[in-house]
């Protein structure tokens, strides 16, 4: 079907999310007297207009896993232009980290947003379409990144009232899932270690709209390797220790893009190598669930042993988290929904049920080092006729939803910063 052109939106976003006028964006001082909620609006209304040129600047430019280089600078300059001071560049990789500090010490609390876009030679619905062929932003990362900036600005305005400090980590890489491990390996948290991190990833939910649950959000993608080799009948016992590896898993390949309980396990196996006197058998699995990745795990490291003939021993390596999904802190996710709750409206977060095993992210690997929640921001318009469906070919995000995800997440960062 043909997709429908979009309208310029400049101007249009803060008119319709904000109910505010358009005109005179570049940053001219916010009004930050009053209490600290409307402050943080203020500037969110200052920055609209800029907020939608630089999202669609990216969008313009996107750049794949590992070549961040333009969106880095980009994010620097314009972290520059709002007036902080303390932002780092290349760690692991093009990663940008910035911290502002609160004028009293206390918590850090860290927002992330990844950068980088996706492969896709599909024609770009929008009229601010991808200039470098055949890569585009259809995972709407552009969008997460100009809520990371948003916020920026936010905060660097409420500096003098904050009791703490906001961490901003840019990160490259995450369609690779290489980036959260490369930014830990390089010490993102190591002289200010977050007391929480906080993300969002765009969502085919209407725009307005926030999801997330407490506990595994997004499944988590392991792999193995299987060695079989002996003097026994080696074919025989690869087909069984393939036969038992299949069996395991629970959704089959076409239904990866559906919705399933939080106990799936979706394998999916390489057809096995065979050389003489040794066999191998490598795959992944996609799991959410901690016991059914227990599961998997035991019989790659013991059950497929016991299954095969005499004369054929059998040896295998696990590695957990190769990629490591998203599991949200219970307690951390609870109290930013209230949070979001009572400053959007109760009825914004929907409460997300069940897993989609074909979509995963690597924010758990900043999960692992500390607690965090994450939630899906809807950019659909069903209206307009854009579906913000992350990697189909007519991905479109609605931009008013920038200001949605920066007044969450600014919601929820406020919660946890005292401010006077
Ligand atoms: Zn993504």
Redesign the pocket.
Known sequence: MPFPRIVPLVGCLAAFVLGCSAAGSQAPPARVDGPVDDRARAVLERDATRLVEFRRDLHRHPETSGNEARTARAVSDELRRLGLTEIRSNVGGFGVVAIVRGRRPGPTIAYRA?MDAVASTAPDPVDFRSVNAGVRHI???DIHTTIGVALAGIFQSLRDSLVGNVMFVFQPA??RATGANAMLAAGVFTADRPAAVYGL?TAPYEAGLLGTTPGPMMGGRDRFTVSLTGSGDLSAATNLALQALQQAGTVPPDLAFTNQPIDFIAMSLAPPQVAAGQATITGTVTVAASASRARVQALVTTGLAALVPAGVSVSGTYQAKWIAGVTNDTGLTTRATAAIRARLGAETVRAVTGIVPAFS?DFGSFQGVVPGAFYFLGVSNSSRGWVGM?HAPEYVADEAAIAVGARAMAAVILDRLSTR
């Open positions: 990844d995972c709407g990362h995450e369609e990833h992210e992350p």
